[in-house]
């Protein structure tokens, strides 16, 4: 990091000390305007920041704008930000004078040695480690927005006082706010639970909290995703297999889940034994492997699957398809040789490159470490860690370190996806690991004629595949490529006499692999065109008279152009060359 940007957003320290700052100016603001309100916690966040309070009334976007014009009041007054420590019992009395008894909670609860530190500003003093800006006067307060209010437990635990979130944003500069704000906005428009109702796609209930369901045009788009992705995987030479999805205790205890995930598993009891309904794939790949005897000469062995599996996810968590309680994963565990290693990886990343080119995504990397609750040696783990980075460095591949976030077994590479409005999104991972294999006791004859074990890489492209559709479905806002739309052209016939000449152009599209539908209602074309735009269905074929005559179809595309008349023939050449221009490779 530059000296000159070392106080600017570039800078990942000074964005967040910044918005911590704000914070604690929202909570003056707060307490000016309503002195009984208490205040809980209030942390700066990837975007923004928020604080948990409890207020003896709802707030409404009125009293956010109310405390919006506090803010701006405080950060005209320059107020300077002073840190300063106090002994516990001095601490306490501090919070206790104040009436915050969140804040006298959390003082109970820190260790004995913890150093207690507070920051004042002008009237306004809050227990906090920090860091802060020195002044009040750095925040510009024409660049600050309030963005939301909702429901937040006290430290996370549903069986707590419930409070009030208030999350903000704000930017040095008021322009770069407005980008902010109308980013914001065309995200909304894009939200995948909105689109996924107007389109058709998908469906959530209180039935099944977490548990999505996909309507028709969703099952085609799902199953159109998967045709792909065993497209490209036979391309790099997977075989694919389906694993139960229930197996007992004792495989999910040898594989170390069990010590290590029960609590985000769905276990049930079957002939007095206990089962685990599987969060994820890896340990049926496991069987697979052993089931049979193997040779270096197999190796390396790359096995796919798009397994169904359940995780018990918190009911605040849930959120769309981003985060479900049941999903299909695109597992696949590739076996191999240690000399293997780095051209496994590397050619796992090509793969990635092909999946997410085709989607327009492109992606950072991140390394995680080991982490505190881990399994094998420090030293098996800085070697995986050593080849994972050399694998991607050779390919000229920048990444960034995440310290301690690595899979119970092994190092990762996380692949973090940006959409078309420059949000992330976490979606691929290959995870290196030689500590499965062991566990399992999994073997092949290497060239000596000797029984050696192999090591594994778990690897996902798509992650799940529901959140997946998500994701793309908000990058394409709805209108997705030719070759992936759950429709593809829509036939709109003029006229009643037409209608059995748009029946006659479906049929043919049918039968050349077309998915095509004929909207045969006696509506007037202009309000047909209008809907089928509002569905996003790429093609609409307007047949009328003339057409009739001609033997032709004008094709009209989604975005409004006019493509003109043209032949069946040349139509169907047109679609099918957008199709395979998509996937083929």
Not at 129 to 158: E, F, Q, V
Not at 469 to 493: D, N, R, S
Request: negative net charge.
């Amino acid at each position: 990091m530059s000296e000159e940007n070392l106080y600017t957003f570039e800078n990942p320290e000074y964005r967040a000390t910044y918005w911590h700052t704000c914070s604690h100016v929202m909570a003056q603001a707060v307490k000016r305007l309503w002195p009984e309100v208490k205040l809980a916690i209030g942390p700066s966040i990837d975007e923004g920041w928020y604080y948990d309070m409890d207020a003896p009334f709802a707030f409404t976007p009125e009293h956010l704008e109310q405390i919006e014009s506090e803010m701006r009041k405080i950060c005209k007054e320059k107020l300077k930000l002073e840190r300063f420590e106090l002994p516990r019992p001095e601490a306490l009395k501090l919070m206790e004078e104040k009436g915050e008894s969140f804040k006298v909670e959390l003082i109970h609860d820190l260790p004995e040695d913890e150093v207690i530190s507070f920051y004042k500003q002008g009237e306004f003093t809050d227990l906090c480690a920090g860091p802060h800006l020195d002044s009040t006067g750095r925040i510009k307060g024409n660049a600050i927005k309030l963005t939301a209010c909702n429901a937040a437990y006290w430290r996370g635990d549903s069986s707590r006082q419930t409070l009030q979130r208030i999350y903000g944003m704000a930017f040095p500069k008021k322009d770069e706010l407005d980008e902010y704000l109308a980013k914001i906005e065309e995200a909304k428009k894009r939200d995948h639970r909105r689109l996924g109702k107007e389109l058709g796609l998908f469906m959530l209930r209180d039935e099944g909290p977490g548990f999505p369901f996909f309507l028709p045009k969703g099952m085609v788009l799902k199953n159109t995703l998967l045709d792909y992705w065993r497209k490209v995987h036979k391309k790099y030479g997977y075989v694919e297999i389906s694993t139960p999805i229930m197996l007992n205790r004792q495989l999910w205890e040898r594989s170390g889940h069990w010590d290590h995930y029960k609590n985000n598993m769905y276990t049930t009891v079957i002939d007095d034994v206990d089962f685990a309904v599987k969060p994820m794939n890896c340990p049926g790949g496991m069987l697979v492997y052993a089931s049979e005897p193997h040779s270096y000469r197999e190796l390396p062995l790359r096995v796919g699957e798009i397994g169904l599996v359940h995780r018990h996810e918190l009911s605040g968590a849930l959120h769309g398809l981003f985060r479900v309680r049941c999903f299909n994963q695109d597992d696949a565990h590739v076996f191999m040789t240690r000399e293997q290693m780095q051209d496994v990886i590397q050619e796992t990343v090509r793969l990635f490159d092909e999946v997410y080119s085709t989607f327009g995504l492109s992606y950072t990397i991140e390394l995680s470490t080991m982490p505190e609750d881990h399994i094998g040696t420090v030293e098996e783990w800085e070697k995986n860690q050593d080849i994972l980075k050399a694998a991607i460095t050779d390919m000229g591949k920048d990444f960034v370190i995440n310290e301690g976030d690595g899979a119970f077994y092994g190092p990762k590479l996380d692949f973090h996806l940006a959409d078309s409005l420059g949000r992330t999104w976490q979606c691929g991972t290959i995870q290196l690991d030689s500590q499965l294999p062991e566990r399992f006791q999994l073997e092949y004859t290497g060239e000596d004629g000797e029984k050696h074990r192999p090591v594994m890489i778990h690897r996902v492209v798509l992650g799940s595949i529901e959140r997946f559709i998500g994701v793309i479905t908000e990058h394409f806002a709805g209108a997705f490529p030719a070759w992936l739309a759950p429709v593809q052209v829509k036939v709109l016939p003029v006229t009643d006499r037409a209608g059995e000449y748009a029946e006659k152009i479906s049929a043919r599209l049918d039968e050349q692999g077309f998915r095509v539908e004929v909207d045969g209602r006696n509506e007037k074309i202009g309000k047909k065109i209008r809907e089928a735009t509002l569905e996003k269905i790429p093609y609409m074929l307007v047949v009328g008279d003339r057409d009739m005559e001609n033997g032709t179809v004008s094709v009209r595309h989604r975005s409004g152009e006019d493509l003109g008349a043209m032949t069946l023939d040349q139509f169907a050449a047109l679609l099918g060359d957008e199709v395979k221009e998509m996937i083929i490779k």
